[in-house]
């Protein structure tokens, strides 16, 4: 597979050799060299003129930034496969490209590895992750330095030129495109792959450091707009001073009208929290962009008397509940599921004026969540769920992030996080996990939690059961089992770092 190197460059004479004598230094058999210089005035072009031999395709170019020079570099590229090394970056070791397309799926999209952060002569190592859970964690707002550490660097990732070519970088981002791209190409189901693999030195001190009010702004802006809770993502970058306040985001639902400005808590009228007053004449929300609803969420206070909410999708009724005075939390389960992007109503009984004045309020709303479908088709309550290769075409669906492939009789979980995800029309009550224990490992042990509640945590055994009634979604929404084995490691020459063997799953 022939592999594009891009270098894009804008006055950086002093740091260009360094970078192409790290590209002209791999030993793939088959690499184009492209360089991309934005018209520099500084040395550049006598850099350049140096290595025009070594050069497979020099363009010279008047570029709206460097992501529109990559955007460009990516239509004058050859090969199947490109890769940004900007100058002043370098490749970790001669045979960095090697060791990638060695291992790279036919099916890949983009494939990634580890990168080096060099800044002021400190090198720090980043590995990155399975994006998949990446993803995940963005969805449920968990943004954290080590999440944003690793995140792939463009300086590790090998893209399908023709993806890139289809999607393109948004130059509307100034410092942080490359991450919008990976971010809309797992949101559109592209194949990601992780190859364990140290690949490039990035070298800190650049454009992104330099604009870092404007790269902790667009970063905001991009992972809200990936997440179902942008308030976490807002409160992690910016505290309780967000300039997006209380905007949310298409993978969460928004609200179109009836929820009036945010106020602090109204302990005169028994409001204990900061809460959006509901309008008398109802509110009006879109439901997430990415999936089917089955319900919704509401919390707040009730300062009046007794109150009913009908819920409607295009004037059909999808639920009524009952609000009662004072503090409440209710969970709506909709008659039927509703289509990504549905406009619902919801409409209270009455409204009471505040303060005298003309304003009708209905409820103070602390917050609302809406309930997607699951991404797995429902199983059956009594249904035993095998985790083997003959079970394989069935269950594929349900292993999340962390395992192995499926064995004869089980399939090893990876590390020390693993997650199984199960959706059930109806209650579940319990599980019984039939698992095996690591045999390098003495004593071990295994945390096994669902939905973020710890429900078993003791050996490692083929009959362990946990009770999960209190905790397990209904409805056809997905259930994460999550099992976090005591240690992991190899086993005899078997070199993959192996938890539990996990063979069935009963839901009782």
């Not at 290595?51 to 199947?80: K, Q, T, V």
């Not at 400005?261 to 204990?272: D, H, Q, T």
């Not at 389960?333 to 309020?361: K, Q």
């Not at 209650?427 to 996990?433: A, D, E, P, Q």
């Amino acid at each position: 597979m022939k592999v594009t190197v891009a270098t894009v460059a804008l006055n950086a004479a002093a740091e260009l050799p360094l970078t192409l004598e790290s590209i002209l230094g791999q030993d793939y058999p088959d690499l184009e060299l492209l360089v991309v210089d934005g018209a520099s005035w500084d040395e550049s072009a006598e850099v350049l003129a140096l290595y025009r031999d070594d050069i497979d395709r020099l363009e010279i170019i008047e570029d709206g930034g460097i992501f529109d020079a990559m955007n460009r570099a990516a239509d004058f590229a050859s090969g199947e496969m490109i890769l940004f090394l900007n100058a002043g970056d370098l490749f970790h070791s001669k045979s960095a490209v090697s060791k990638i397309m060695e291992r790279t799926r036919p099916t890949a999209d983009i494939v990634y590895g580890n990168h080096i952060y060099r800044d002021k002569g400190v090198e720090i190592f980043r590995p990155s992750w399975d994006f998949r859970m990446a993803m995940d964690a963005l969805r449920r707002g968990a943004v954290s330095a080590q999440w944003l550490e690793r995140f792939p660097a463009h300086q590790a990732t090998f893209t399908r030129t023709e993806l890139l070519r289809q999607m393109r970088y948004d130059t509307a981002f100034r410092v942080c495109a490359d991450h919008d791209f990976f971010l809309r190409a797992m949101a559109t189901g592209r194949e990601a792959q992780f190859v364990d693999e140290l690949v490039s030195v990035y070298v800190g001190g650049g454009f992104s450091l330099q604009r870092h009010e404007l790269l902790k702004l667009e970063w905001n802006a991009l992972h809200r707009s990936f997440s179902e809770q942008p308030d976490s993502i807002d409160a992690w970058y910016y505290g309780g001073a967000s300039p997006f306040g209380d905007a949310r985001s298409p993978l969460a639902g928004e609200v179109i009208a009836g929820l009036h400005v945010r106020e602090p808590a109204l302990i005169s009228r028994g409001i204990n929290h900061p809460f959006r007053f509901m309008s008398a004449d109802g509110a009006r929300f879109v439901t997430p962009n990415d999936r089917r609803t089955t319900g919704m969420f509401i919390s707040g206070t009730n300062p009046f008397a007794r109150q009913t909410l009908d819920f409607f999708a295009n004037g059909v009724a999808l639920a009524q509940t009952v609000i009662a005075n004072g503090p409440f939390a209710v969970d709506v389960l909709f008659n039927d599921m509703v289509a990504p992007s549905t406009v619902v109503d919801v409409e209270p009984e009455f409204g009471e004026p505040i303060d005298g004045g003309p304003f009708m309020a209905a409820l103070a709303v602390r917050d609302f969540t809406f309930k997607g479908e699951s991404t797995t088709t429902p199983r059956e309550v009594g249904t035993t769920l095998k985790f083997n290769k003959a079970s394989a075409g069935d269950n594929t669906e349900l292993m999340g992030v962390g395992w192995y492939n499926f064995e004869t009789t089980f399939t090893w979980s990876r590390g020390q996080h693993s997650e199984v995800r199960v959706a059930t029309l109806a209650g579940v009550t319990s599980l019984l996990f039939d698992m095996g224990p690591n045999p390098a490992i003495a004593g071990q042990t295994v945390t096994v939690s669902v939905n973020g509640h710890m429900v078993f945590e003791g050996p490692v055994a083929p009959n362990a059961k946990a009770d999960v009634g209190h905790v397990w979604r209904v409805g056809g929404q997905d259930n994460v089992i999550t099992f976090r084995p005591s240690a992991s490691m190899p086993v005899g020459d078997d070199p993959r770092d192996l938890g539990i063997a996990l063979v069935a799953i009963k839901l009782v």
